[in-house]
C-alpha cells in the first residue's frame, strides 16, 4: 500500500519554475511521502507563519532528495511511510527564529514545544541557532507512520519539541520510542544522512552539495 502525498495549500496555485537550479519540490518527486509544512502556518513554535515560507511545499537539494527516496523505499519494505515537516529552509527564517528568542514577552507556545527551557536559553543550549544546516538545503525534519494505517509512530516528543526528551537516545522516553527513533535513524544514515544528536527527527546529507552557502530563496 502507498500513502498518497498530501499538500497543504495555502490559496496560491503552485508554479513549478521558482527554484534554483538544483533544488526540487519534494512532492514532484515521490508519490508515498506526506508533506506537512509547518512553517508556512501557525503550527509551529513561534506560533505564525515565518518568513520565507510563501507557500507549503517541501523543497530539497536534488541530491538530498536522491537520498532520501533510498531512506522512503527501505522504509516502506519495513512497513513505514515518512511524513516531511521540513528540509530546505531560507535564511530570513532563520534570522526570524533568532529575533524570536528575543522576544520575551511571547511564550505563546512554551507549554508545547519548550515547558522544560526558558525562551532565553534556546541559542545557549543550541536549539536555535543563526546558521542552520537547513538553509544549505540538504538537511530535512521528518518523522515515521505505520504504512497501513497512516498514523504517526510514537517517537516520544512531538516534531520541534526543546528539551532532553527529545534527544535520540533519551530515556526520558518510552523503549518503544526509542526503538521506533533507531528504526528512522538506521534508515537514514544507510541513505547517508547525518543524525544530530539533540532532535530524533533531523539529519543532514552527509555529502551535502552546498556545505559552504546559505540560501535565502523563498519557497513559493
Known amino acids: 500500500m502507498f500513502l498518497i502525498l498530501m499538500l497543504e495549500n495555502c490559496g496560491s496555485r503552485h508554479q513549478d519554475n521558482l527554484l534554483p537550479a538544483g533544488f526540487v519540490y519534494l512532492d514532484q518527486e515521490f508519490s508515498m511521502v506526506i508533506s506537512e509544512p509547518r512553517y508556512c502556518k501557525h503550527n509551529n513554535f513561534t506560533g505564525h507563519p515565518i518568513p520565507g515560507y510563501d507557500t507549503c511545499r517541501i523543497v530539497m537539494s536534488v541530491e538530498a532528495a536522491e537520498a532520501l527516496r533510498k531512506a522512503v523505499v527501505d522504509l516502506e519494505f519495513r512497513g513505514y511511510a515518512v511524513k516531511v515537516f521540513d528540509a530546505y529552509r531560507p535564511q530570513k527564517a532563520v534570522d526570524h527564529f533568532v529575533e524570536w528568542t528575543q522576544n520575551h514577552q511571547d511564550t505563546s507556545q512554551k507549554a ?38 497512516g498514523d504517526e509512530v510514537d517517537m516520544g516528543t512531538p516534531f520541534d519539541y526543546f528539551g532532553e526528551a527529545s534527544h535520540p537516545n533519551s530515556e526520558l522516553v518510552s523503549e518503544t520510542a526509542r526503538a521506533n527513533r533507531k528504526i528512522l535513524r538506521d534508515a537514514m544514515v544507510h541513505a547517508g544522512f547525518v543524525p544530530l544528536d539533540t532532535e530524533w527527527w533531523h539529519f543532514y546529507l552527509k555529502d551535502e552539495p552546498y556545505p559552504e552557502t546559505y540560501f535565502d530563496f523563498d519557497i513559493k
Do not use: E, N
Open 112 to 149: 508545547v514545544y519548550y515547558p522544560l527551557v526558558q525562551k532565553d536559553s534556546l541559542i545557549p543550549q543550541g536549539y536555535i541557532a543563526d546558521k542552520s544546516g537547513h538553509s544549505r538545503g540538504s538537511a530535512i525534519d521528518l518523522t515515521l507512520l505505520d504504512l497501513v494505517t
